[in-house]
């Protein structure tokens, strides 16, 4: 069983930065895609970025060119690195680990992008 935890969200302005860590419990080895979801409330769950184990990256395209997905040198750890936001960006955003038909989610750490 693999536990991740999320943190690095909270208050930003418009325009402002934050960076978003997902920490799993163990260290991945093999073939496995790690992401970073996220949900407004009234609304489903929405994918944002994606990181393969041979570090291909994916993004939505309310993303793109704002946002970076990465992992840190530990393996351990996944990044996402939010500039430009806009009050659209706020949600809770959790961290998805999939390992073949396996899914593990992190509880979620809320983004609140307001002036």
């Known amino acids: 069983q693999v536990q991740l935890v999320e943190s690095g969200g909270g208050l930003v302005q418009p325009g402002g930065s934050l960076r978003l860590s997902c920490a799993a419990s163990?260290?991945?080895?093999?073939?496995?895609?790690t992401g970073w979801y996220r949900q407004a409330p009234g609304n489903q769950r929405d994918l944002v970025a994606t990181i393969t184990s041979g570090s291909t990256t994916s993004y939505a395209d309310s993303v793109k060119g704002r946002f970076t997905i990465s992992r840190g040198n530990a393996k351990n750890t996944v990044y996402l690195q939010m500039n430009s936001l806009k009050p659209e960006d706020t949600a809770v955003y959790y961290c998805?680990?999939?390992?073949?038909?396996?899914?593990?989610w992190g509880q979620g750490t809320q983004v609140t992008v307001a002036s």
């Open positions: 998805n680990l999939k390992i073949g038909a396996v899914d593990y």
């Open positions: 163990a260290t991945i080895v093999g073939i496995y895609v």
